[in-house]
Nanobody, 125 residues
Framework: VQLQASGGGLVQPGGSLRVSCAAS????????VGWFRQAPGLEREGVSC????????QYADSVQGRFTISRDDAKDTVYLQMNNLKPEDTATYYC???????????????????WGQGTLVTVSS
């Protein structure tokens, strides 16, 4: 039973990248999933969340309008499309399911539960 984040890499400022969070050993259907990131020397922060029921999404102010979260329940995978990347987006990105209510995003920043392995995103010229 695990969550695996993938798709990170090195990208130039202004570029795009899509990271994925795939579940194995269990289904993500019905579960909200949050993306979090942690830059060196900084605390982990919530980036985005997608509801497990109605597809509602939430974004941190710092990524609103640049990042898009989506999910494919048939593949038990959640995606984070990141556009117009900035150097300050450099971080290790993690996905996580949430503490109850499992399907619900509000307050996701404080409710991560089951973590996936992170993927490093580096934005640099």
């Amino acid at each position: 039973v695990q969550l695996q984040a993938s798709g990170g890499g090195l990208v130039q400022p202004g570029g795009s990248l899509r990271v994925s969070c795939a579940a194995s050993g269990f289904t993500l259907t019905g579960y909200a999933v949050g993306w979090f990131r942690q830059a060196p020397g900084l605390e982990r922060e919530g980036v985005s969340c997608i509801s497990g029921t109605n597809g509602k999404t939430q974004y941190a102010d710092s990524v609103q309008g640049r990042f898009t979260i989506s999910r494919d329940d048939a593949k038990d995978t959640v995606y984070l499309q990141m556009n117009n990347l900035k150097p300050e987006d450099t971080a290790t990105y993690y996905c996580a399911t949430l503490k109850p209510p499992y399907y619900y995003c509000p307050g996701y920043e404080a409710r991560p539960d089951f973590w996936g392995q992170g993927t490093l995103v580096t934005v640099s010229s």
